[in-house]
């Protein structure tokens, strides 16, 4: 399942706030088209039936289920690298899983 660090909870929940989502909302992880893009996320008033459902009380959040059985325990950081911010996930090693 995937893990958010403080600052990637931060920027998402400031993102759903600043963007009028009620704060019921959770944050879904999938990939449009199939697997044929980019993963990519939404904003969503609730899962999908199959997705895999995590987060805290500030921030849910739903990984589609085939991403989760490819990726499985990662974590979702928010960083600004050459003065760009946006989003990472980074897998964690194997072995190792998320808190």
């Keep these: 399942m995937f893990a958010l660090t403080a600052s ?8 759903r706030l600043k963007s009028g989502i009620p704060a019921t909302w959770g ?8 697997g044929k893009s980019d993963l990519t996320f939404h ?3 609730a899962p999908e039936p199959d997705d895999v ?4 009380v ?8 085939a991403i989760d059985r490819r990726i499985g325990d ?3 950081d928010y960083q600004t690298v050459d003065g760009k911010s946006g989003i990472v996930i980074r897998p964690y ?5 998320a808190k």
Excluded: K
């Design 58 to 65: 500030d921030l849910r959040t739903y990984v589609d289920a």
């Design 43 to 45: 904003f969503v008033e």
């Design 8 to 15: 990637a909870t931060t920027a998402l929940t400031d993102a």
């Design 27 to 34: 944050i879904r992880f999938f990939e449009p088209d199939g």
């Design 74 to 76: 990662a974590t979702v």
């Design 93 to 97: 090693p194997a072995g190792r899983s």
């Design 53 to 56: 459902v995590g987060g805290s």
